[in-house]
């Protein structure tokens, strides 16, 4: 088993940025996948961006160029750094763990984008 714990929402204007974090309780260099996925009022949870155990990493096409999934394995921590911020990213942003055939899920980190 694994816990994620989010942190670094907040408030934005448009066009500025945020950095999220994900910290896990264990080491995630034997997790497979760790993702960000996001849900806006209303809206179904959509998945952001991931990255694998070997450094791979998809991002969905309306954050490419904008947003960077990283991650560090001696810190047990995964980050989304998200730049150039649009309105229609606010949404609670939340972080997963894949691992053993199972997700484990944080509780969210609220990102406001308004002007």
């Known amino acids: 088993q694994v816990q994620v714990v989010e942190s670094g929402g907040g408030k934005v204007q448009p066009g500025g940025s945020l950095r999220l974090s994900c910290a896990a309780s264990?080491?995630?260099?034997?997790?497979?996948?760790m993702e960000w996925y996001r849900q806006a009022p209303g809206k179904q949870r959509d998945l952001v961006a991931s990255?694998?155990?070997?450094?791979?990493?998809y991002y969905t096409d309306s954050v490419k160029g904008r947003f960077t999934i990283s991650r560090d394995n001696a810190k047990n921590t995964v980050w989304l750094q998200m730049d150039s911020l649009k309105l229609e990213d606010t949404a609670v942003y939340y972080c997963?763990?894949?691992?053993?055939?199972?997700?484990?899920w944080g509780q969210g980190t609220q990102v406001t984008v308004s002007s």
């Open positions: 997963t763990a894949y691992l053993n055939f199972h997700y484990y």
């Open positions: 990255i694998t155990s070997t450094g791979g990493t």
């Open positions: 264990r080491t995630i260099s034997s997790i497979n996948v």
